[in-house]
């Protein structure tokens, strides 16, 4: 029967917190990546991270020993160019910055996101994820396209992004990092391995990028796999909405986790995005971290 705690509760080893974030990006975990990778076993052999995402927990982990894949090639472009040529990516965005700040800050995204939309890539994208509105990548299921307006904050500026991508770059350039889909990652594990998934949440993230065409059932058939065979496997999920009044059901085996833990990670920024920047008193989230293992 799974163990259901809060993580506030919850047994886990003491983990430094790394907090300058390199993307926006909604469900980002970074604030609380320390707690989570405080919840991972002692010891462990190759790390997998098979929706990476922004990266936090990639980040805060900093494995000497790691796989971590996403199918968004974009994306992957910016974690590549992080590890291979961090001096690029400094360029990247300083480039656009200067092309889209203060007065010019809208007219300068839009041109951004026209040339993304022409052509996705990962220089055009990580400007965008930084400056759009909360963060939320937004793309249209038809064609793809990001519909994502201008956010109404001011990006960091040159000068404070190279200082994080030099503190990331320290962090990731060992890991291997490769465009892959989560079930050819996740097949790769051994036993005594780890894998952290982060994938879209069925409630609240069908708009964004993979979330059209993500099927949870797909997931857990592949975690059960991975649990046969002795692989560790760590998965955050929907937990609850509206302030904890509504609990997001899923489709979960009972024997599948160990533990349950919930994490209150405040109001949602999906919610304030669709609903025009209201201030969602009532829309306060939580998480779930499910467990193949004790802890």
């Not at 980002?28 to 052999?45: D, M, T």
């Not at 949870?216 to 065979?229: A, F, N, P, Q, T």
């Not at 560790?232 to 085996?253: R, W």
Request: hydrophobic share 35%; glycine share 8%; aromatic share 12%.
């Amino acid at each position: 029967m799974i163990q259901h705690i809060l993580f506030k509760d919850a047994p886990h080893r003491y983990i430094r917190p790394f907090t300058p974030q390199l993307l926006k990006w909604v469900g980002n975990k970074q604030r609380f990546a320390h707690e989570i990778v405080g919840s991972f076993p002692e010891k462990f052999g190759r790390y997998y991270e098979p929706f990476l995402g922004s990266g936090g927990i990639l980040a805060t982990l900093a494995p000497v020993n790691a796989l971590a894949s996403d199918t968004f090639s974009p994306l992957m472009e910016i974690w590549l160019t992080l590890k291979s040529n961090p001096k690029q990516l400094k360029e990247w965005y300083r480039e656009r910055w200067q092309n889209a700040h203060g007065e010019r800050k809208q007219e300068g995204y839009e041109k951004i996101k026209a040339s993304y939309n022409r052509s996705p890539n990962g220089a055009d994208l990580l400007f965008l994820c930084r400056s759009c509105y909360g963060g939320v990548v937004r793309f249209r299921q038809a064609d793809g396209f990001m519909s994502t307006p201008c956010g109404i904050h001011e990006p960091i500026t040159p000068d404070s992004f190279d200082r994080r991508v030099d503190l990331w770059h320290e962090r990731i350039h060992l890991a291997d990092l490769t465009v892959m889909d989560f079930r050819d990652a996740m097949k790769k594990a051994r036993r005594g391995d780890l894998i952290y998934c982060d994938p879209p949440y069925s409630h609240s993230q069908s708009i964004l990028y993979g979330g059209q065409q993500f099927r949870l059932e797909k997931l857990l058939e592949e975690i059960l796999e991975c649990k046969s065979r002795g692989v560790y496997v760590a998965l955050s999920i929907d937990g609850t909405k509206k302030s904890g009044e509504m609990n997001c059901d899923l489709p979960i085996q009972d024997d599948l986790f160990e533990e349950e833990i919930f994490v209150n990670v405040g109001r949602s920024m999906l919610r304030r995005f669709q609903m025009e920047g209201q201030t969602l008193e009532s829309e306060v989230v939580s998480d779930r971290l499910l467990l193949t293992y004790k802890l």
